[in-house]
Nanobody, 123 residues
Framework: EVQLVESGGGLVQQGGSLRLSCAASGFTVDDYAIGWFRQAPGKEREGISCISGGDGRAHYPDSMKGRFTISSDNAKNTMYLQIDSLKPEDTAVYYC????????????????WGQGTQVTVSS
């Protein structure tokens, strides 16, 4: 059974940094497409960054380039999202997701999801 469990969210001041973690089980992160997404109240879930399985290449939508860094640790079967220079508009629930093959970094293309972790940025 595929399971994803996020951690590392919380309340942080503007300009600070966070590293979110996503522990995976039931599959190997190196073999699947994996990604980070977020959803703010009243908004659609948006892709932040994804890694295509196999080649390990990271993909970032243009709007997310610069402050977000995705990575994975195959030994721990865990993926991470580093967020720097946090802004109040980064406040959202952050989700990790996985799928058997990479077809882009859009939420609708991922089958497996974690429960989400709240990130709140104060000004």
């Amino acid at each position: 059974e595929v399971q994803l469990v996020e951690s590392g969210g919380g309340l942080v001041q503007q300009g600070g940094s966070l590293r979110l973690s996503c522990a995976a089980s039931g599959f190997t992160v190196d073999d699947y497409a994996i990604g980070w997404f977020r959803q703010a109240p009243g908004k659609e879930r948006e892709g932040i960054s994804c890694i295509s399985g196999g080649d390990g290449r990271a993909h970032y939508p243009d709007s997310m380039k610069g402050r977000f860094t995705i990575s994975s640790d195959n030994a721990k079967n865990t993926m991470y999202l580093q967020i720097d220079s946090l802004k109040p508009e980064d406040t959202a629930v952050y989700y990790c997701a996985a799928d058997r093959r990479y077809t882009g970094c859009k939420a609708g293309r991922y089958e497996f999801w974690g429960q989400g972790t709240q990130v709140t940025v104060s000004s």
